[in-house]
């Protein structure tokens, strides 16, 4: 879903039971394994923290991603300026 200037996602976040969950607005999928995923989106760096968490669906062109798994937090992290495309990963992490 993209808004009408085409420059950017809309970012949105659904959970149903803390069991299924939808994210819209992802850029990249940065890491993921059975405890903790890392989302690159519109809003900044996602970080999804849970159990036996599983990426069921992933659609970056359309920039969504489908998550199961016992979810117990997200975390977004304020990263200014994380449209620098040139940057590497690291350095956009640990700022």
């Known amino acids: 879903m993209e808004d009408l200037s085409g420059n950017s996602r809309i970012h949105k976040v659904a959970?149903?039971?803390?069991?299924?969950?939808t994210v819209n607005g992802v850029n990249d999928v940065l890491s993921f394994d059975i405890h903790e995923?890392?989302?690159?989106?519109?809003?900044g760096m996602l970080m999804i923290k849970?159990?036996?968490l599983h990426v069921s669906r992933l659609t970056l062109e359309k920039g969504e991603v489908d998550i199961d798994g016992?979810?117990?937090s997200f975390t977004y992290s304020d990263?200014?300026?994380a449209g620098h495309k040139n940057e590497s990963l690291l350095s956009r992490l640990f700022r």
């Open 15 to 21: 959970m149903t039971n803390r069991r299924n969950c």
């Open 37 to 43: 995923i890392l989302l690159e989106t519109e809003q």
């Open 50 to 52: 849970g159990d036996d």
């Open 70 to 72: 016992k979810i117990d």
């Open 79 to 81: 990263v200014a300026g």
